[in-house]
């Protein structure tokens, strides 16, 4: 039976930064394992790894950096200079620049596929880390001091802790029995990539409608990565559109500020939930990413506070190398993630109540808030901060 300190189950974006994180901050003293259900080299097929792109906040590149992930991915991202908010046929908006805030970028977009493929170079490169792929795990069995996981082709492995960052539907939080709370947004969001007829300047935009907010993301060769929320029966309607169809449609929630919408990609779609746990360790048991919480993509939390979440529990396993499954160890992340991870939920899902109707108090209510928000900074710096990541973790 092979022997680990760490076993990660899931090798997509947040088990993959874990795993390097690890390896990096103990220097190779760590021997760590990675379960991965899917091909890493397979850009197609991994899901993890889709035709989606993510925002890497501020705060979240400093933790990049700070772990010597960086310099890789910022080869294949794109910079965002300006922020715009805005409230879909209302006079409520706000901006935010760069400028404003003496930054090269408030954030990154970056494509999952290509973070993926550096990814598992990096991981495959590592002498101290071990993928077990395409591979899931099956069983878990926990002792006063091990844990013993039994893959799906039988063979087992050992380490003194598991890390579930298995996804939403967790098979590990399964087998360790921590409950799932859930709550439907009645929401579906409708993903690709687009063309404008003007150049997006890495401007990012959120459009609030009465259907759902419509969010824009500049990308390389001036292309911009869109996620449109909507209704469920009206996310069917609008994928069944003709290219020309939907673009007209995309145009009218949208507007003009990036002139005619000229070409879309390969559409995809996924409903919309919060699925979170409120447990977040067990006996020599931690979970992070999507298995921890998935968020509304609304103001582009889920990843950020994901990221957050792995940077923490890789800071106190790193104070704890001779026996990094212990339970002081585990309690001090799950403690010092608390406050973060209930006001990111929290935020997230007022701002999806709050903006994805039409009703006269809320549409009247959001608008001054807008108004208020750019012409008062004390008013915007709150969500300036967690926009930016710059929180406490």
């Not at 294949?76 to 706000?94: E, F, K, L, Q």
């Not at 931690?286 to 957050?308: C, E, K, M, S, Y």
């Not at 792995?310 to 160890?329: F, H, N, P």
Request: net charge negative.
């Amino acid at each position: 039976m092979k022997q680990f300190d760490v076993i990660i189950a899931g090798g997509a974006m947040a088990g993959a930064t874990l795993a390097l994180a690890l390896d990096t901050l103990s220097q190779g003293k760590l021997a760590i394992a990675v379960v991965e259900a899917h091909p890493l080299d397979d850009k197609v097929a991994h899901p993890g790894f889709d035709s989606r792109s993510i925002a890497l906040s501020y705060g979240s590149v400093q933790i990049l950096q700070n772990l010597c992930l960086w310099p890789s991915l910022q080869e294949v991202v794109t910079p965002i200079t300006h922020i715009h908010v805005s409230d879909r046929s209302h006079i409520g908006m706000t901006d935010i620049t760069c400028q404003q805030l003496d930054l090269e970028a408030l954030g990154y977009v970056v494509e999952l596929a290509d973070a993926g493929q550096i990814y598992a170079q990096k991981m495959q490169q590592s002498p101290h880390i071990e993928l077990f792929c395409p591979s899931a795990v099956q069983q878990v069995e926990r002792s006063m001091d091990k844990v013993i996981v039994t893959l799906n082709d039988q063979q087992t492995i050992q380490a003194k802790l598991l890390v579930a960052a298995d996804g939403a539907i967790s098979t590990c939080c399964e087998q360790i029995g921590l409950i799932q709370q859930e709550h439907d947004f009645e929401q579906v969001a409708v993903i690709a990539n687009v063309v404008s007829s003007k150049t997006h300047q890495g401007r990012a935009f959120e459009r609030f409608t009465a259907d759902g907010p419509v969010a824009l993301l500049p990308m390389s060769d001036n292309r911009l990565s869109l996620v449109w929320c909507l209704p469920p029966a009206k996310a069917e309607q609008v994928l069944s559109l003709s290219d020309e169809g939907f673009l007209a449609q995309l145009q009218d929630a949208f507007g003009w500020r990036l002139g005619r919408m000229n070409k879309v990609g390969t559409r995809a779609c996924y409903p919309l939930q919060l699925r979170y746990r409120e447990q977040n360790i067990s006996h020599r048991f931690a979970i992070v990413g999507n298995a921890a919480q998935t968020l509304h993509p609304i103001a582009g939390q889920g990843f950020n506070l994901g990221i957050r979440d792995v940077a923490s529990l890789a800071d106190e396993l790193i104070k704890q190398q001779a026996d990094v499954g212990c339970y002081r160890g585990l309690q001090a992340f799950s403690q010092r993630r608390e406050a973060d991870r209930d006001a990111t939920i929290k935020l997230t899902s007022s701002l999806v109540h709050l903006f994805s109707n039409d009703w006269l108090t809320t549409r009247i209510g959001r608008n001054v808030g807008l108004m208020m928000m750019d012409n008062l900074p004390w008013l915007k710096m709150p969500l300036l901060r967690r926009t930016l990541g710059v929180v406490n973790r």
